[in-house]
């Protein structure tokens, strides 16, 4: 989770934009762009991403070019560094063939004219309809298709079977509610000791919004409205969650350490076996299980019920300034195939982002990845076009609106939040 780092820089690449006068060159370089079937003539491709997700984007590349003439070749950025690395790109004109990015800035990206338009393309693939949801949603702008998905993360809860175990809880039944998770927490806590019933990052807006957010949406309230313009942070339903994790942390059920926690420490805590249950993203489920503790996994809930998911990961587009659209198409095309998704997502336990391959043979030998895949469907991806100084960026008012509902005035932190986020949402 790297986004608060990301946020300090997307204002410069706006910037650059500006500068550059970029959407107007994507509005040229979509005017050339006539094949919808994608085109493999040898052409070389740059690529960049992050390097959170680097793996996956080099499996895919490695994998299209042993059977294509196309040859993909991947750069990858520490996340700090990459909204400047294409600002800097961007404002020379000078941008990769494509380029992955993390989700919640597609819209921004797109408003931008960062990628090309992408709509013809997709409706004539046979893919539409089949990819995850939430990500196409999220690069979308004005009606029109400039990104889709590249790779999926989605938040989930975690539990230690042992602990689970030793608490007298059925290992291999979660929570179904939120209200049963705070029960599994506290009987986990009073097992004493250096034990803690659960665990969050009460000081990251990233972490908040990954394992908060889908509890408000599975009790049927949002966040922010769906054109992300005004925020909705003092409904009833975002007041419940906050009062429940702030009364866990209270009660000294969370560990001390989550009132502090920025992101950075959070895998550590469950990877030492000493937390009972936490929310957090899926892919971690094999990252704990190799450092030796036994996970079970289940869907993040509403207060009383109901299952949701922040649908995070990777979003790729066509970058704006590239003469090799056609061939670029050709290689984001083939990573919405059978092939790609399971041969090289599915086997090695990744989340498909194609809905229909949810169940698979690979993910069939474990129940828990099933679940996970499944999850997709119900999930979101907030959109909005200034998200990343409303919420990712440690200066933003959503991160003090979380500290104060968490330790502070809880109901002036949200009301006054809403205000200051709503403000905020709206700057162009």
């Not at 790609?340 to 690979?362: C, H, M, S, W």
Request: hydrophobic share 40%.
């Amino acid at each position: 989770m790297k986004r608060n780092l990301a946020g300090r820089t997307t204002s410069l690449l706006a910037a650059a934009l500006l500068v550059a006068g970029l959407s107007a060159c994507a509005d040229d370089k979509a005017a050339d762009a006539t094949s919808v079937a994608g085109v493999d003539d040898g052409a070389t491709l740059t690529l960049w991403t992050r390097a959170a997700t680097e793996s996956v984007t080099k499996a895919y590349a490695e994998a299209y070019n042993k059977t294509h003439k196309n040859q993909v070749q991947v750069t990858a950025y520490p996340g700090e560094e990459y909204p400047a690395k294409l600002a800097s790109a961007a404002g020379a004109k000078a941008l990769p063939d494509l380029f992955a990015s993390d989700v919640v800035f597609s819209a921004q990206f797109a408003s931008e004219g960062l990628w090309q338009d992408l709509t013809a393309r997709f409706d004539a693939s046979g893919f539409k309809g089949k990819v995850a949801p939430a990500h196409v949603a999220a690069g979308t702008w004005e009606g029109k298709t400039y990104a889709l998905p590249h790779t999926i993360d989605m938040s989930v809860m975690l539990y230690n079977k042992d602990l689970y175990t030793r608490a007298g809880l059925d290992p291999e039944k979660g929570p179904t509610s939120l209200t049963e998770y705070a029960e599994h927490a506290r009987k986990i806590d009073a097992l004493g000791g250096d034990i803690n019933g659960t665990y969050f990052g009460g000081n990251c807006g990233g972490c908040v919004e990954f394992t908060f957010w889908p509890s408000v949406w599975a009790a049927g309230g949002n966040v922010i409205d769906d054109k992300g313009r005004n925020a909705k942070v003092d409904s009833k339903e975002m007041a419940d969650v906050f009062a429940l994790y702030r009364k866990l942390y209270d009660d000294g059920v969370a560990a001390p350490g989550s009132k502090d926690e920025a992101g950075p420490t959070w895998l550590g805590a469950l990877q030492n076996g000493k937390i009972g249950i936490a929310p957090g993203p899926s892919v971690w489920l094999g990252i704990i299980e190799k450092a030796g503790v036994k996970m079970g996994v289940a869907p993040i809930t509403g207060l009383t019920g109901g299952e949701s998911t922040f649908v995070g990961g990777d979003a790729i587009g066509i970058s704006a300034t590239t003469a090799k659209g056609n061939q670029a198409w050709d290689f984001i095309k083939w990573t919405m195939s059978d092939e790609a998704q399971i041969e090289i997502i599915a086997k090695n336990t990744g989340v498909p982002f194609r809905t229909d391959l949810a169940e698979n043979k690979y993910s069939s030998a474990d129940p828990r990845i099933v679940m996970i895949n499944k999850l997709m469907a119900k999930g979101k991806t907030p959109y909005a076009r200034n998200f990343n100084a409303s919420f990712n960026d440690p200066q933003s008012p959503w991160l003090a609106t979380v500290r104060g509902a968490l330790f502070g005035d809880a109901g002036k932190a949200l009301t006054d939040g809403n205000i200051a986020i709503s403000k905020s949402l709206q700057q162009s």
